[in-house]
């Protein structure tokens, strides 16, 4: 069982990834924007994020920043959450450390496949 | 059995049928209790933000086909199908209100562009009404939620509940002199670069493949819960 964040401004997505996570087991929790994510990896521990990029307050490749530029983070796996025809934001995450992408909302064995790359 | 822990914020709790048909309940038979009632109709079925919805207009909703078409920003927009419910209850509207303009406007009237803050007081008091805590951002949850419990996957919300960044097409731009004005059709200014993209009733919805029609079938029934 992994201790998962979902960050995404859609409570659709979220609710998506939620509902298929918990059904594999998975501890969930979800946050709105890169700023909610923040605080909740302050309370606990994490082992993977599944991250939108376009979010008001905090965007997610801000939030992929600042993640990489702490120790306690850095090898945190982050998958980022796409939407088609955004490929520069793609590269741009690839490029700051992200280590996956999935369209959005993804499918179960989407998901699944991804999880497997990332996770021990 | 595995345990599982869930912190997830109260505005992204599911509301129950039963509540979501209280807050219909508590919408009364005048024309503002009508607006009020297609809203929530419109929220609860499609999914769509307020921001979305105060961009509707006439050119936007074709109740043959079942689809409607939601602006996101200025250069893209998305093909939303629509269920019986809520057509019935839109062509109501329609006929009641005989909305000018925009068909969730500021007044039943849709002369002017609502803001969302006004949509989201319409939707306040028919939950103080109901007794219910209810804000905008839980239907798009509860809509999700109950998709998900009749089968849906991601594959199938991806065709049924685009999400906003999701656009089927980017608009077309037409390239304009800048100046300072306001453009009739589209409500936008004339003064963005120079371009204003073409009004979404000029394009065509995707076609019904399989996964369309299994997500209109799952919409029908949504529209029996909800």
Request: with cysteine; glycine share 4%.
């Amino acid at each position: 069982m992994a201790n998962i964040i979902v960050v995404d401004d859609s409570p659709i997505v979220r609710r998506t990834m939620m509902f298929t996570l918990q059904r594999y087991g998975h501890c969930v929790s979800v946050a709105a924007n890169g700023r909610e994510a923040l605080t909740q990896l302050q309370d606990q521990p994490t082992d993977l994020i599944f991250c939108d990029i376009d979010m008001p307050e905090m965007n997610g490749l801000d939030l992929l920043r600042q993640l990489r530029s702490e120790n306690r983070w850095q090898t945190v796996p982050v998958i980022m959450l796409t939407a088609s025809g955004m490929d520069a934001d793609r590269e741009e995450a690839e490029a700051e450390g992200a280590n996956g992408f999935l369209l959005k909302p993804a499918s179960t064995h989407e998901i699944v496949a991804v999880m497997a790359k990332v996770l021990p | 059995m595995k345990q599982v822990n869930t912190s997830i914020q109260s505005t992204d709790d599911p509301l129950t049928p039963a509540q979501v048909n209280s807050l219909y309940l508590a919408c009364d038979d005048t024309l503002d209790g009508r607006y009020a009632f297609t809203l929530l109709v419109l929220l609860f079925n499609t999914g769509l933000a307020l921001a979305d919805v105060r961009n509707l207009r006439h050119g936007h909703l074709n109740l043959e086909s079942k689809w409607l078409t939601a602006s996101h920003g200025l250069q893209r927009a998305r093909f939303v199908p629509i269920n019986s419910r809520l057509a019935r209850a839109m062509r109501t509207w329609l006929q009641r209100a005989k909305p000018q303009r925009y068909l969730f406007g500021r007044e039943a009237d849709g002369r002017a562009r609502a803001t969302v803050s006004e949509l989201e007081a319409r939707l306040q008091r028919v939950a103080m009404a109901a007794g219910i805590h209810f804000t905008p951002p839980q239907a798009q949850s509860t809509l999700a939620h109950h998709l998900l419990h009749l089968s849906a996957d991601g594959e199938m919300m991806r065709s049924v509940l685009p999400p906003a960044e999701h656009s089927h097409m980017r608009l077309p731009l037409v390239h304009l002199p800048p100046f300072s004005a306001i453009n009739r059709h589209t409500e936008m200014p004339l003064v963005a670069k120079g371009f204003i993209p073409l009004p979404t009733e000029f394009t065509q919805p995707p076609a019904e493949d399989d996964i369309i029609a299994s997500g209109r079938e799952l919409l029908e029934r949504i529209g029996e819960i909800l």
